[in-house]
């Protein structure tokens, strides 16, 4: 039967030999959760989803090309792709920031993606 001071050494143990990208992950995943957002990876095409993570690129659509804002979240299990049509910049939509975005999972070229989604920028927490 393992104890309380049991766990506590296991967590330790896991930190200690984990390296830092799996230990990211894990506490994105953890936050995401906590936060009601469904993981990326348990997302299915179709269906209405929230999902929380830090933006990991933001690519900006050339000048002579037509107006999009492509930004990969990704939540400690999976990439999602945010598109934004007919925006070539927003405020805030930088690498590294934490959103939470809301809409309907679609897939391009086998990757999951929501295009237009409602956004909220996260504040460090």
């Keep these: 039967m393992a104890t ?9 143990v896991r930190k ?6 799996e230990l990211d992950a894990d506490d994105l995943s953890q936050k995401a959760e906590a936060s009601g957002a469904q ?3 348990d997302c299915r095409s179709g269906e209405e989803v929230t999902v929380l993570g830090r933006l990991r690129t933001v690519e900006l ?12 979240l990704f939540d400690g299990t999976e990439g999602v792709t945010l598109v934004w049509l007919g ?3 927003i405020p805030g939509i930088e690498p590294g920031r934490t959103v939470k975005a ?15 989604p ?4 996260q504040t460090a927490t």
Excluded: F, M
């Design 4 to 12: 309380k001071g049991d766990s506590r050494w296991r967590r330790l």
């Design 61 to 72: 659509s050339p000048k002579d090309a037509t107006a999009t804002l492509e930004a990969e």
């Design 102 to 116: 809301k809409g309907r999972i679609a897939v391009r070229d086998g990757h999951k993606v929501l295009y237009n």
């Design 118 to 121: 409602y956004y909220e920028l």
């Design 16 to 21: 200690l030999t984990s390296d830092v990208e």
């Design 39 to 41: 993981r990326a990876c």
């Design 87 to 89: 925006r070539r910049r």
